[in-house]
């Protein structure tokens, strides 16, 4: 870090202690820089404090609210922390997988059809679970198949969940993991999720029915206190005024760990994997009884599920992967064993469960080397194109095949059903409320479309604005890409619409039950400052990879570009929204009662999926502002559009024209499907 001017020519070396990304905070720590400002740039606030006596150790006399006049050049090192942690799990996956003896991680990284031998319906006393025994009573058929399959069953490879947002994929996985503790009770559990938004999901669902020495949520120790759900204090370990691991004891008690993917590191880091604890056993159980038969141990922990899996990396689910992973080789015999299993534990062979949607945003991949080695295809995308999986249903759950979508409003669906699911999601949200809002332009589809040609505004993506505020020795930093302010403006208009008749809702309407999603780092903290202080901080507002396994009552999407400089430097990185299937897929499909989008429809047009999503809005009269220069086209309607319009009470005004193509669309709709 060195000053700007260059009149000192000094370099200062500091430590990031704190990182928030979400709200793009950095807590920066540089104890000679803090010196430096002391001696020789900020006045002195003690009278008779000479310069002799000042030291390197003297705390510096500022009040929370003064400023560093200063200007730097910041210069960040890639914290390596995660890729070696990557890179440490696979060279153990590796070693693992080059010893000639069976051994689980080849049945997991490359199962084949030789392994689904091997079956085992457990002995719990029942076949299949009881109907006063479910504790999500509201269960579909083939969610509960999915449950009791993962609870009642010894997997030898992946069982993988798949479907589209909004069907129940997270529920499922909390009922497997109730269910796996009421049939099973020596199983521990080790739950986990690439993000920590989708694992704090899972810890709070898991909270109404499991206690503080049951269920554990471990956290990294940088994560702040102000980033996890204040209901989930109680799951966690603090000691000194951070995250921590609780004593080995506790630690051990505990029947469900949920973590995020990459701190799993910290169990592996207290060695406190399978292969670890079950050393640890034999070393004491041989030192105590030296001339008795050894028995194979058992592992510690017995399963591990894995939600919204097609969000990270393989490299990264291999950490919680080499976690479960034992020492011990499988049986040669295992295939005509013939005994009755109280657990899965007994088997000696942990389960691996991999729930996500396929189209969701990944891990962005920009090294070309990754990218050769298809680090961009996740690892439930590359199991689900193994024989195995690909041509059979062996091990994977049958909510794909029937796509009941318990998240949204119809007409929310009605477009991503037909671009992205072959027109197959059926609607089932029987539980929303309903958001009575004047500004809807059909108020029978609670879906509108806010254009405007407002351009967005950019900075520099190598020079930084660094805002600096000295409190207790930390040091903020903003750094600022693409925004719109046309995009602003009109989503504090809406909030301010929306809240100002919140009574007329069913449930009455709260700011925390509106999400914002922007898929730029500067919109989204441009837009929560504004809402801030037109009194509305309590809006959600989060990038789309945010909101990936999360829903709101009200979403409103900023898709910010309107400009199509850069346009070639999206794609390229995969960022953004337009030529982003996966992305778009996620951001429109979040919303439960009222969508609303803000964005240059002219600009959009350019994307084949944008513009069809246009011609949606546009032939059911959602569409507001400029006009846009799009032929009347109905080659493709979707079966819901269809069937929710003739509807009783949900018809629109057509007139001859409009009908005409409604019917034309409706039989292209049967003829293509024939």
């Given amino acids: 870090m060195k000053n700007r001017t260059m009149i000192s020519g000094q370099a200062f070396e500091g430590r990031i202690t704190v990182l928030r990304k979400r709200e793009g905070i950095v807590h920066f720590r540089a104890d000679d820089l803090k010196a430096h400002l002391v001696l020789h740039v900020l006045p002195l606030k003690t009278v008779g404090f000479s310069e002799s006596s000042r030291s390197h150790t003297t705390d510096p006399a500022l009040s929370k ?42 049945r997991w990284l490359f199962p084949k059809h030789a392994d689904v031998a091997a079956v085992y319906h457990l002995d719990v006393n029942v076949d299949e679970i009881e109907e006063d025994e479910w504790v999500d009573t509201g269960l579909n058929d083939e969610q509960k198949l999915s449950v009791s399959s993962i609870a009642l069953r010894h997997w030898p490879v992946p069982y993988l969940i798949s479907g589209p947002p909004g069907t129940g994929k997270t529920r499922t996985i909390v009922e497997a993991v109730l269910q796996i503790l009421r049939s099973q009770p020596n199983a521990c559990i080790l739950l986990c999720a690439p993000s920590n938004p989708a694992t704090d999901i899972l810890a709070q669902r898991l909270s109404a029915h499991l206690n503080p020495k049951e269920m554990f949520r471990l956290n990294d120790i940088t994560r702040t206190f102000a980033e996890v759900p204040i209901s989930l204090s109680q799951y966690c370990y603090i000691e000194n005024d951070r995250y921590g691991l609780p004593p080995w004891e506790t630690l051990m008690a505990y029947k469900v760990v949920v973590c995020s993917c990459a701190d799993a590191m910290i169990l592996n880091a207290a060695r406190c994997t399978n292969k670890a604890l079950a050393r640890l056993q034999e070393s004491v159980y041989n030192g105590l009884f030296p001339r008795a038969t050894k028995k194979p141990t058992r592992p510690h922990w017995t399963h591990l599920l894995i939600d919204e899996a097609a969000q990270g990396l393989e490299t990264e689910l291999a950490i919680p992967i080499s976690t479960m992973l034992t020492h011990q080789p499988i049986p040669d015999d295992e295939h005509g064993l013939e005994m009755d299993f109280k657990d899965a534990s007994l088997l000696g062979s942990p389960e691996l469960t991999l729930c996500s949607s396929l189209i969701v945003v990944g891990p962005i991949v920009s090294s070309e080397h990754a990218l050769a080695g298809g680090l961009n295809v996740s690892l439930l995308e590359r199991l689900f194109q193994r024989p195995l999986y690909a041509q059979s249903d062996f091990a994977r759950s049958k909510m794909a095949a029937n796509n009941y979508n318990y998240r949204s409003h119809p007409a929310i669906l009605m477009t991503p059903s037909a671009l992205f699911y072959n027109d197959t999601l059926e609607p089932c949200a029987l539980d929303n409320g309903f958001v009575h809002w004047n500004g809807l332009a059909n108020r029978h589809m609670p879906l509108k479309f806010v254009g405007h040609d407002t351009p967005e505004d950019c900075n520099d993506e190598v020079s930084l604005r660094l805002y600096f505020v000295l409190s207790s020795s930390n040091l903020e930093l903003l750094r600022v890409n693409f925004f719109n302010l046309g995009d602003i403006d009109r989503i504090v208009e809406t909030c301010q619409s929306l809240l100002s008749a919140s009574t007329t809702a069913e449930p009455a309407l709260q700011a925390s039950q509106i999400g914002v999603i922007a898929p730029w780092r500067e919109q989204v903290w441009r837009i929560r400052e504004r809402l801030r202080k037109e009194k509305f901080g309590d809006v959600d507002v989060g990038t789309v990879e945010d909101y990936q396994g999360r829903e709101s009552r009200v979403i409103i999407l900023s898709c910010v570009r309107s400009n199509p400089r850069f346009l070639r430097e999206d794609e390229e990185k995969g960022v953004g929204l337009v030529f982003e299937r996966k992305r778009m897929n996620v951001a429109v499909t979040r919303a439960k009662e009222l969508l609303v989008i803000i964005g240059n429809g002219k600009f959009l047009m350019r994307d084949p999926y944008w513009r069809s999503y246009l011609e949606f809005a546009l032939r059911n009269k959602l569409y507001v502002g400029p006009q846009l220069d799009i032929a009347a086209d109905a080659s493709y309607i979707s079966r819901l559009e269809s069937v929710y319009m003739k509807t009783p009470g949900t018809e629109i005004d057509l007139d001859e024209d409009e009908l005409t193509l409604r019917l034309a669309g409706d039989l292209a709709r049967e003829v293509l499907k024939d």
């Fill in 65 to 106: 609210g003064d400023a560093v006049p200063m200007f730097f050049n910041f210069t960040f090192l890639t914290n390596p922390r995660l890729f070696c942690d990557m890179d440490l799990t696979c060279q153990a996956l590796s070693h693992d997988l080059s010893r000639k003896d069976e051994h689980h991680a080849r």
